[in-house]
């Protein structure tokens, strides 16, 4: 088996150099994260490629794509390279750390909350998601750099064993439930990378931000039977939380 690292870098290289830089207002994530930023001064979006959902300006990413790195600093964020494991920034640095559609990408996703819930401060927001339910894993997610997907109750066990406390969450995500459909995307990818890229970026990406449904959320989990996504809203322990 390839290592995840490669094959993240080969195919998001590809994906981003060829990409336009979509503005956070335009994902139906907005309403939430706008209603943190009051809150957040200091803020991370850990692997956000050209889609980020923080505001560009002032905010820091991380991000293993060279692309990337580039045209976020380009725009005023404050861009490094670098893994999603190992965080190069100080314990107890930001309010609000973001990551989207990244952390199914880790080897080790264990040291990712590890290092999240190092450099939040307590009380602060991690927002996240992730795909569901390990019986849904197809060969588009072999084939994008996906490790895992997370059965529920292991994604709640491991919030908890790193100082996070669920708050909300809402089924989320664009991608296409039909497995045929995903195959096909598969084939397609493998065998005309650059005309696939062409119609993401050109086609699916911008039909897929029309059709997008406003995000409903829930106290806690949200009901996940025979949903592909989620993303959660958590919170960071505080010494008074745990006393």
């Known amino acids: 088996m390839r290592d995840s690292s490669v094959v993240n870098r080969d195919f998001y290289d590809v994906l981003w150099s060829e990409s336009h830089l979509k503005r956070p207002d335009r994902f139906n994530t907005w309403p939430l994260i706008s209603g943190l930023l009051p809150l ?27 692309p990337v790195i580039e045209r976020l600093e380009e725009c005023g964020g404050i861009a490094v390279t670098g893994e999603i494991g190992a965080l190069p920034f100080s314990t107890g640095k930001f309010e609000l750390v973001c990551a989207f559609d990244v952390i199914e990408h880790a080897e080790d996703d264990r040291r990712v909350f590890g290092e999240v819930s190092r ?27 996906h490790v895992r997907r997370y059965d529920p109750a292991d994604l709640l066990t491991l919030i908890a ?40 970026n050109k086609v699916l990406m911008p039909l897929g931000m029309l059709i997008q449904k406003r995000l409903k959320f829930v106290d806690r989990l949200v009901d996940t039977i025979g949903v592909d996504e989620i993303v959660l809203v958590c919170r960071k322990r505080t010494a008074t939380s745990e006393g």
């Not at 001064?41 to 505001?55: D, M, Q, S, V």
């Open 40 to 66: 957040a001064p200091a803020r991370l979006e850990i692997g956000p490629g050209l889609r980020p959902r923080l505001p560009i300006c002032g905010t820091s990413f991380v991000d293993i794509s060279p």
């Open 119 to 145: 450099v939040l401060k307590e009380g602060g927001y991690f927002v996240f998601s992730v795909p569901l339910h390990t019986k849904f894993w197809t060969k588009f997610d072999e084939f994008v750099g």
């Open 161 to 200: 064993a790193h100082d996070l406390v669920l708050e909300k969450s809402a089924i989320y995500g664009m991608q296409p439930a039909n497995p045929r459909i995903l195959d096909f995307s598969v084939w397609w990818l493998k065998h005309h990378r650059r005309k696939a890229m062409w119609c993401y």
